[in-house]
């Protein structure tokens, strides 16, 4: 059932992977200044903008089940968007620790690096132009997530869980930690050679 | 605590020279305000950053901040400026889910909500507030089932109809439902009617 549900290829009619970001309530899905205000949008201080990067119906239901596990009930609608990877362009998308309940989602987490305003809207025109509509997982799809991430026994939702199952495939923390310091290192060391030359030009 | 002389002038000054402010004075009077409202605010101070850290908690901690505020709310004197404080911080915010975190706080204050709502629409008679600042307030009333809920929505379609729409799904019960078909079939906005009849579907699976 969650093969199907949580089908990225049904909910927006692109091929995986893709990230996916929330969206707060369907009317932010307005025109590219809404969607760059309301939906694209971080604190001052966040290094970009959070977003997960989805490969299969499993990993999308288990990203709703984690980000659903801030709600007051696991089973609330959730309204996400996805954005193709080809659709970041010159975006850089680095991967960080997510800080959700659920470590298969946290493992999936990155950041989205603007340069500036005008990148992140031209983000929000080509997720119109390209036809783009957030997709509503109601309370049903959701209770789907659910079965099938107690069934793995998630800690996002089964807060008493001791062990899940998705753990066993996590790569080695340490590794992880050690290749994203090496990736924002090199990713800001370019941006700020080609980055520079661009705005010249 | 230290008095302070605004009036520095020569005493042969006339009482219109003395009316007129150097900005001097104007600096002592800043300065007075900040001190009393530093003896006023902390409270809503400490609030606002426990609001603000709400956002980054995660699982049983969430839940023990946010009963935490749901409870001060609740037990004040003064709820109507612990809930702008929950809209304002996290309407603020540029988390993802800072709208369902105001919706969740505010669907558990009871009572105090009404009112809140009430006192606002008195007070801004006429004043458009961002849509988001009604689309919570409008949700939580839904999410609370309160018995004015209906009434409440009622009221406020036009500050935002889609909260109003989704509240009413969320209240689902039969008037409830029967009031979304009514929408789905009047309503001038195509996503306002789509959305009601997407609800209708559902409740009706």
Redesign the interface.
């Known amino acids: 059932m969650v093969e199907q549900t949580f089908s990225i290829n049904n909910a927006w009619r692109i091929d995986p992977p893709c990230y996916v970001?929330?969206?707060?309530?369907?009317?932010h899905w307005a025109d590219a200044a809404t969607i760059q205000d309301?939906?694209l949008?971080?604190?001052?201080d966040?290094d970009g903008i959070?977003v997960y990067l989805v490969s299969s119906p499993s990993d999308l239901a288990r990203v709703a089940i984690a980000?659903n596990?801030?709600?007051?009930s696991l089973t609330?609608d959730l309204i996400l968007v996805a954005i193709a990877t080809g659709e970041l362009a010159a975006i850089d998308a680095s991967r960080t620790n997510g800080?959700?309940?659920c470590k298969w989602a946290n493992h999936l987490h990155h950041d989205l690096v603007f340069a500036d305003a005008a990148a992140v809207s031209r983000l929000a025109t080509t997720l119109l132009g390209a036809g783009r509509r957030p997709h509503?997982f109601?309370?049903?799809a959701m209770q789907e997530a659910l079965d099938y991430t107690s069934n793995d026994h998630c800690?996002a939702a089964e807060?008493n869980s001791v062990h899940c199952v998705c753990e066993d495939d996590l790569p080695a923390p340490q590794t992880a930690a050690w290749l994203t310091w090496l990736r924002r290192v090199v990713a800001r060391s370019l941006a700020g050679l080609f980055g520079k030359t661009a705005s010249e030009k | 605590m230290s008095t302070t002389t605004i009036d520095r002038r020569p005493s042969n000054t006339t009482t219109v020279d003395r009316l007129a402010f150097e900005p001097a004075d104007f600096a002592v009077l800043r300065d007075a305000g900040q001190e009393s409202r530093a003896t006023q605010a902390p409270d809503t101070l400490r609030f606002e950053y426990e609001v603000s850290n709400f956002q980054r908690t995660v699982g049983r901690q969430r839940e023990v901040v946010r009963s935490a505020i749901v409870k001060k709310i609740v037990a004040s004197d003064a709820p109507d400026e612990y809930i702008q404080t929950v809209i304002d911080t996290l309407l603020s915010s540029g988390r993802p889910g800072r709208l369902d975190d105001a919706i969740d706080i505010l669907a558990e204050t009871g009572r105090v909500l009404p009112q809140f709502i009430l006192e606002t629409l008195a007070q801004q008679q006429g004043t458009e507030a961002d849509e988001d600042y009604w689309y919570v307030l409008i949700r939580a009333v839904g999410k609370s089932k309160l018995p004015s809920a209906r009434m409440l929505i009622q009221l406020l379609w036009s500050r935002s109809p889609e909260a109003a729409v989704e509240a009413l799904r969320d209240m689902g019960d039969d008037d409830s439902i029967k009031r979304l078909r009514a929408i789905a079939t009047s309503e001038p906005s195509e996503f306002i009617r789509q959305m009601a009849a997407e609800f209708i579907e559902e409740c009706s699976e």
Not at chain 1, 21 to 27: E, H, N
Not at chain 1, 41 to 44: L, N, Q, R, V
């Open positions: 970001r929330k969206v707060d309530r369907a009317g309301k939906v949008c971080s604190e001052p966040d959070s980000l596990a801030n709600r007051s609330e800080e959700t309940l509503r109601k309370k049903k800690y807060p």
